[in-house]
């Protein structure tokens, strides 16, 4: 959509300083054109259920909100401008209706509708162009000899269509669930934006040389097999995947047991795989914004510096990491006091064991720490690492 008109679409006035402006005769019109191809327009009309039949004057018109409003709205989700060309369908109105509905009935903010619309169809988007480039398109490959892209396509998406709505709605419940689960466990109402979580980064090591050596079939395979191998290790071992950027991936866990737990296994994995580069992982403690299914604040940035400190095949702690890790008692605060528990377990052993009662258990700690060496941290001061590793091992 785009605001071409200095009347809203309610036929009022815009307010001063509106963003509803005319546009100036010597302003270039970057709007895109929709598409009139015959098959792009059967497949946009089997997909959204419904024909083309408004302008997005008339679409606003017709949902009962301002031409600004649904531009705002238009925008957030992620999609051009289109002029005044007819090419919104009633789905669009009913969108439009629905997300102004909530801000009528005070259930949300105007601001907060346009932050559903802009993450829904941030996380869509992409979603969406997966699906294209590695799921339709190796499904499309003509059957038959003489059968053509277009004539397996429709037929297709007909087919998928109503079984991948199911599931997206399916795992989208699931999440929310999840998600709100984790709101409700929350300690207080502060800790629901602001919230204390151990926040790592997984990065391959040399990657940028390998770009310039790998075919690049053989580069998407390989961060595709990277994202695929640490979604699945996050997810199974109670992390929550954030994002993904090609050969680095950050995610967050609630607590550092977990959080250490993800991080081993990931340097595991990629170890085993010979057509995977080293990896190395830092993770940092602390207080961290969520907004938007992103997180933000110091503590990432820390996790962020520590990464690229770390020894490949490594992970890499911050000190706040390595005291909750010893808290929590996965961890000893160092190796000497593992021995001196060790030894004082085993003589409360020998001495029980003599008198007939049951032997104090020894404790076990499932990680050790080594301290490294402080250095400054570009932007965070002086920074003291801890390299994690299993128990028993360097």
């Not at 990491?321 to 190796?335: I, V, W």
């Not at 006091?337 to 001495?351: D, L, S």
């Amino acid at each position: 959509m785009t605001v071409d008109d200095t009347t809203s679409g309610d036929g009022t006035q815009p307010p001063s300083g509106s963003s509803v402006h005319a546009t100036p005769h010597h302003e270039v019109d970057h709007t895109a054109e929709p598409s009139d191809d015959p098959l792009a327009i059967r497949l946009e009309q089997l997909i959204l259920g419904a024909d083309r039949r408004y302008t997005p004057f008339q679409a606003a018109r017709t949902a009962g909100v301002s031409m600004d409003l649904a531009s705002r709205f238009w925008r957030a989700m992620g999609f051009a401008d289109i002029g005044q060309a007819k090419a919104l369908t009633e789905a669009d109105v009913l969108a439009l209706r629905r997300l102004a509905g909530l801000v009528e009935a005070g259930l949300l903010s105007e601001p907060m509708a346009i932050q559903v619309a802009r993450s829904t169809g941030q996380t869509t988007a992409r979603l969406a162009e997966w699906q294209i480039d590695s799921f339709l398109e190796g499904l499309t490959e003509p059957p038959e000899p003489g059968m053509t892209r277009t004539e397996v396509t429709y037929p297709l998406v007909e087919l998928l269509l109503p079984e991948l709505e199911e599931f997206l709605v399916y795992v989208w419940r699931r999440q929310l669930a999840a998600a709100t689960g984790r709101v409700v466990q929350a300690a207080d109402d502060e800790e629901m934006v602001d919230r204390r979580l151990a926040v790592g980064f997984a990065d391959l090591v040399g990657f940028t040389r390998l770009t310039r050596r790998l075919e690049e079939e053989e580069l998407g395979e390989l961060v595709e097999s990277f994202e695929t191998t640490c979604a699945d290790l996050v997810a199974a071992h109670g992390g929550r995947l954030i994002k993904t950027l090609g050969d680095e991936v950050l995610f967050a866990a609630d607590d550092a047991g977990t959080a250490s737990e993800i991080a081993l296994r990931l340097i595991e994995a990629m170890t085993l795989d010979e057509t995977m580069p080293a990896l190395r992982v830092g993770i940092a403690f602390g207080t961290v914004t969520t907004r938007m299914g992103d997180v933000f604040g110091t503590t990432v940035n820390l996790a962020s510096r520590l990464t690229s400190i770390a020894p490949k095949d490594a992970v890499l702690v911050d000190g706040a990491f390595a005291k909750e890790l010893t808290r929590t008692g996965d961890a000893p605060a160092s190796e000497a006091q593992a021995a001196e528990e060790a030894a004082a377990a085993a003589e409360r052993a020998e001495k029980e064991g003599a008198d007939g009662a049951e032997p104090a258990p020894v404790p076990k700690y499932r990680y050790g720490l080594q301290p490294m060496w402080q250095r400054p941290v570009r932007g965070l001061g002086i920074v003291e690492p801890w390299l994690l590793a299993r128990r028993g091992t360097s």
